[in-house]
């Protein structure tokens, strides 16, 4: 299928305003994509796909999740992280799409996860920054995103942590195993540099 | 051994400072235990051993995670969580304790973990609230700690799970399953609790 019957098929499946939000992740993608050295063409493909069960009922995703054996525990955690496991089911069983890097960028946009790829970086951090996001720091993470995508994940993760603290409501342990990780790699990349700096 | 000597045995591990706070636990933990029906003497006997390792040499510690076989993962992590592994791995093979339920919530009195027994709330909550501890929102986990101990803690694990986010360190996934174990076991109480109102 080619990129404007992806385009056709994927704004049929949500209302005007996920689809603008769509449109600015594709973008943000892109950007992000050029300026760190990813690949453009799956960084646009994720993108545009990543929200495409996301206005899809509860009933149905949840139908999915049990019947098409998606990891169960989704059921117990908040019900915003379903969309980004079953788009991943719903783009490979009705679009044919079969990248699997693709497929990870997209099922794990939400949660993050322990060793994210450039390209789960590139999606997680244009969903948390495109032009029509609006919460408290995100002009951080947008400035943090200039120079490094682990430090604004981090950043991006911190927000949504708070917010569930603050809610008091349950946080996905692949939320924590991704800051993690970000974390060490950051950390790993300075010991490089001071023994770079320090040869 | 008997708890005069346990007593004895662990005071020489520790500074006055450490050892106070070791009373102050050991206070809070029986009072814990008398409120909300849990095992009195093993309340005792866990609060009294909890930070026997907390003292060591960090280069000790890390020797015996080595060579003792315990979670690799935790080098990876914070120090402050090494000393209850090693503490539990301390007292059961130079005191002789041998009691599992003891030995577990020394082990996860800092952590915590997905599915806390009642000595292990007691034990964390008691290190959390001892009369010596002094830190934004104490005041509040010791008000929680009158009605309920899930709640206590819930908000104990938010002021460390904040503290972690603020000073950008990795956050041990245990504390994330012990926090999301406790706020499942509320809603359940609360289900429960409905249907009997309802019924």
Redesign the interface.
């Given at each position: 299928m080619d990129l404007d019957l992806l385009r056709e098929a994927t704004r049929g499946q949500m209302p005007d305003r996920r689809w603008k939000h769509t449109l600015g992740v594709v973008e943000t993608a892109i950007k992000l994509a050029e300026r760190f050295g990813g690949d453009i063409r799956k960084a646009e493909l994720a993108a545009l796909l990543h929200d495409y069960s996301k206005a899809w009922p509860i009933s149905r995703m949840e139908q999915i999740i049990r019947e098409q054996g998606l990891p169960s525990e989704l059921l117990?955690h908040d019900r915003e992280l379903w969309h980004a496991h079953v788009g991943a089911w719903a783009v490979h069983a009705e679009l044919g799409i079969a990248d699997d890097e693709v497929l990870d960028a997209i099922r794990y946009h939400t949660s993050g996860r322990a060793r994210m790829t450039k390209l789960d970086k590139i999606v997680c951090l244009a969903d948390y920054t495109e032009p029509g996001r609006d919460f408290p720091g995100v002009e951080k993470i947008r400035k943090l995103a200039e120079k490094s995508m682990e430090e604004a994940l981090?950043a991006g993760f911190?927000s949504t942590?708070?917010l569930l603290?603050e809610k008091?409501?349950?946080?996905f342990?692949l939320t924590?195993?991704a800051?993690?990780g970000l974390?060490?790699q950051l950390e790993a990349n300075e010991s490089q540099q001071s023994n770079v700096n320090g040869g």
């Open positions: 117990e981090i911190d942590i708070t603290l008091g409501r349950r946080i342990p924590i195993d800051r993690n974390i060490e």
